[in-house]
T-cell receptor, first 114, second 114 residues
Framework: DQQVKQNSPSLSVQEGRISILNCDYT??????FLWYKKYPAEGPTFLIS?????DKNEDGRFTVFLNKSAKHLSLHIVPSQPGDSAVYFC?????????????FGQGTILTVHP | KAGVTQTPRYLIKTRGQQVTLSCSPI?????VSWYQQTPGQGLQFLFE???????NKGNFPGRFSGRQFSNSRSEMNVSTLELGDSALYLC?????????????FGPGTRLTVL
């Protein structure tokens, strides 16, 4: 039972354009949402997060949008750069006694072409 | 500030052996979580430790265990290794357990079981 889904295994965009990565979740108890970027042979790098009380959070070129009614999370990267090419994971946390447990999506491979 | 460090980076073992992996969190972080990454299952939560206590545990057999020391360093142990235990084992640290705390990952330990 996949609680967090990234339905696009891969995404290809041109340098300078917008990259939009999507993530759907099933459990309305999730209250904290994060995006990570991962290069081969490295651990995931934290990018940006949003709590369930907000619907948008922005940090430089990265913006995360949360649509709680649709249980949908998206990451926008504008403008995209070749160095953004990596695997992107969304991760979610539920409140209560889950403490530090994060549930990850399967990842989306982003390729930004020069 | 130094990041999360994991040792060893690479490990080769044979079936039936046991292995111990080590993780040193970011200075000041008291929560350490462990994840297993495989191509088929993605990133799966193993367990989380905070102040030397296991706070949460994922759906892994009892062969997987861990502990945390008073300096917040953590170890995980896998006994009676199976071929399916071959994976990248990632450690993540955060300032506190739960709440809106980002988890910062180490580079991982690549375990190969022959």
């Amino acid at each position: 039972d996949q609680q967090v889904k990234q339905n696009s295994p891969s995404l290809s965009v041109q340098e300078g354009r917008i990259s939009i990565l999507n993530c759907d979740y099933t459990n309305s108890m999730f209250d904290y949402f994060l995006w990570y970027k991962k290069y081969p042979a490295e651990g995931p790098t934290f990018l940006i997060s949003i709590s369930s009380i907000k619907d948008k959070n922005e940090d430089g070129r990265f913006t995360v949008f949360l649509n709680k009614s649709a249980k949908h999370l998206s990451l926008h990267i504008v403008p995209s750069q070749p160095g953004d090419s990596a695997v992107y994971f969304c991760a979610v946390r539920s409140g209560g006694t889950s403490y530090g447990k994060l549930t990850f999506g399967q990842g989306t491979i982003l390729t930004v072409h020069p | 500030k130094a990041g999360v460090t994991q040792t060893p980076r690479y490990l080769i073992k044979t079936r039936g052996q046991q292995v111990t992996l080590s993780c040193s969190p970011i200075s000041g972080h008291r929560s350490v979580s462990w994840y297993q990454q495989t191509p088929g299952q993605g990133l799966q939560f193993l367990f989380e430790y905070f102040s030397e206590t296991q706070r949460n545990k994922g759906n892994f057999p009892g062969r997987f265990s861990g502990r945390q020391f008073s300096n917040s360093r953590s170890e995980m142990n896998v006994s009676t290794l199976e071929l399916g235990d071959s994976a990248l084992y990632l450690c993540a640290s955060s300032f506190s357990s739960g709440g809106y705390n980002e988890q910062f990952f180490g580079p991982g330990t690549r375990l190969t079981v022959l």
